[in-house]
């Protein structure tokens, strides 16, 4: 397993793009094993699946975020963000970044960061 | 794309008792991807079981998993205080199921 940890701004303003990197230690984003994902969690809600990325740079996003959703891969940092376009208070959620091998699941998660949209 | 059906929505019971969760896929999917999460309040989820069967490191052996194609079964055998939490199901790569709440009864 890996360590991941999300960062980015808690504070968003609508309509404006939401930015969170996961550094991820233990491991390599490199690594043919993993797909790196991210995840969030409405106030009071279950979990919701954003999508994920693969050390190829090949991505899956769900179809729920249309065309809002970009992950990329930063290799010489070893870590990997989430960017998420024109964003409104519906999206106001703690961000969980998790990694894992598909044929294991997502066994690593970092601990969550809040972002609330708000003017 | 799937969508992961979790029943019950929540679940009562006490220490000790027997807990079957359920998850049903729209459609068959193979069973290698299927997962299982333990979510408690303020915390990261926690990978349960892998390949619908397979428990993950340091899970205890009261936690089962079982199932195929449209019909996935999380089992705990006999409730410890800790296990009541929220369960989630996923296969990999697309969306979660909503999650069946496990509450002290």
């Known amino acids: 397993q890996v360590q991941l940890q999300e960062s980015g701004p808690g504070l968003v303003k609508p309509s404006e793009t939401l930015s969170l990197t996961c550094n991820v230690s233990g491991g390599s984003v490199n690594s043919g094993s993993y797909y790196w994902s991210w995840i969030r969690q409405p106030p009071g809600k279950g979990l919701e699946w954003i999508g994920y990325i693969y050390y190829s740079g090949s991505t899956k996003h769900s179809p729920s975020f249309k065309s809002r959703v970009t992950i990329s891969v930063d290799t010489s940092k070893n870590q990997f963000s989430l960017k998420l376009s024109s964003v409104t208070a519906a999206d106001t959620a703690v961000y969980f970044c998790a990694s894992g091998p598909p044929l294991v699941g997502l066994d690593s998660w970092g601990r969550g960061t809040l972002v609330t949209v708000s003017s | 794309e799937i969508v992961l059906t979790q029943s019950p929505g929540t679940l009562s019971l006490s220490p000790g008792e027997r807990a079957t969760l359920s998850c049903r896929p729209s459609q068959s999917v193979t069973s290698t991807y299927l997962a299982w999460y333990q979510q408690k309040p303020g915390q990261a989820p926690r990978l349960l079981i892998y390949g619908a069967s397979s428990r993950a490191s340091a899970i205890p052996d009261r936690f089962s998993g079982s199932g195929s194609g449209t019909d996935f079964t999380l089992t705990i055998s006999r409730l410890e205080p800790e296990d009541f939490a929220v369960y989630y199901c996923?296969?990999?790569?697309?969306?979660f199921g909503q999650g069946t709440r496990l509450e002290i009864k």
């Open positions: 996923q296969h990999y790569g697309t969306p």
